[in-house]
């Protein structure tokens, strides 16, 4: 019989699937082998999620140390923090153009274009001046709406002495916010009437300097007449009248600035013609002269009927003060304005 050699031997079928077996490290060292862990299917978010959980940026720390090996005939190694863009990269035909260096200061190119003419609609402090004055107007005759009333009512009838009513404080400070008002609205329609016919450029590129000094003009015109009326029916006429009449020139110029309300408004946001606001704006002026001269014959010469003396008084008080305005705003106007 053959004996079996001894050097043969069966290799067990259990080392045999082991060995066939791939083995992993225990720790991937690069992503790919992280990727092999993950099955075949796993998404690009997953694939990440994978590769953040096993590897953790670090800060880089750079060697402080000069670098010295370095080949000969070859300069030194440059710090790789230092970034230096080369000489050719920054040479340009248009290097030197101050449109590719927004650091540099440039003045535009090209001509300038004609400028938007000034309209008062498109001006906010205007604006917002009328719409101040519209709100303030409704709280001021909330104020004194009695005594408004009650003098309209009886504006052209006669009353007896006992009939006369006195305006509370309140009243009479809502009576003088109506004369603020009526110089304002006044300011603007002169200021319309100059833009149309004397001159449309000031020496001045704002308006308000204009108008603000129009104003301040007619403000002073109308302050300077009470005392003036004051003076002259304390000689001749009694206290009672003298207030009277305070209170009717107190009412009438209210009556002026709620008849030139509309017209400005008209003229500032829907463009009407600047002739016929200021068409309006007189025939508004000269029917509150005429309330005047009859309210003062009411007042002072309806017992007396001196018709002379009427009209020397409105004469003075009335017309000669309203043609040194006329002439003062000529002459601002004149200092102000650019006539070429």
């Not at 050699?5 to 083995?23: C, F, H, K, W, Y």
């Not at 990727?35 to 953790?56: G, M, N, R, V």
């Not at 800060?59 to 090996?69: A, G, K, N």
Request: hydrophobic share 45%; with cysteine.
């Amino acid at each position: 019989m053959l004996t079996k050699d001894s050097i043969l031997t069966s290799v067990p079928t259990t080392d045999l699937i082991a060995d066939t077996v791939v083995r992993h490290p225990a720790k991937p060292q690069t992503p790919y082998q992280v990727l092999q862990l993950l099955p075949k299917d796993a998404t690009p978010e997953q694939q990440d999620s994978a590769i953040q959980s096993w590897f953790q940026p670090g800060e880089i720390h750079y060697s402080e140390q000069p670098d010295t090996l370095h080949l000969p005939g070859h300069d030194k190694g440059h710090n790789p923090r230092e970034i230096r863009i080369p000489d050719y990269n920054k040479e340009r035909f248009l290097a030197d153009d101050s449109l590719y260096h927004p650091e540099l200061a440039h003045e535009p190119f090209g001509v300038a274009g004609d400028p938007v003419p000034y309209n008062i609609s498109n001006d906010n402090i205007i604006s917002s001046l009328l719409l101040g004055c519209f709100v303030m107007t409704l709280l001021a005759f909330a104020l004194s709406k009695n005594f408004v009333i009650q003098q309209i009512k009886h504006f052209f009838y006669i009353p007896k002495r006992e009939d006369i009513k006195t305006p509370t404080s309140s009243e009479v400070i809502a009576l003088m916010y109506f004369t603020l008002q009526t110089c304002l609205l006044l300011a603007m329609a002169y200021f319309f009437y100059v833009k149309a016919y004397v001159a449309d450029t000031f020496v001045y590129e704002d308006e308000y300097l204009f108008i603000g000094l129009i104003f301040l003009m007619i403000l002073i015109y109308t302050i300077l007449k009470y005392p003036l009326y004051t003076l002259v029916n304390y000689t001749f006429f009694s206290g009672k009248n003298n207030g009277q009449w305070i209170h009717t020139m107190l009412l009438l110029s209210a009556i002026e600035g709620a008849l030139l309300f509309p017209a400005i408004l008209f003229q500032s946001y829907f463009d009407a013609p600047p002739q016929n606001v200021i068409t309006y704006a007189v025939f508004v002026l000269v029917l509150v002269k005429i309330f005047t001269f009859y309210k003062c014959f009411v007042i002072f010469f309806r017992k007396n009927g001196l018709f002379l003396q009427i009209i020397l008084y409105f004469c003075t008080l009335e017309i000669i003060p309203l043609l040194a305005l006329w002439g003062g705003l000529g002459i601002i106007t004149n200092a102000l304005t650019i006539n070429y």
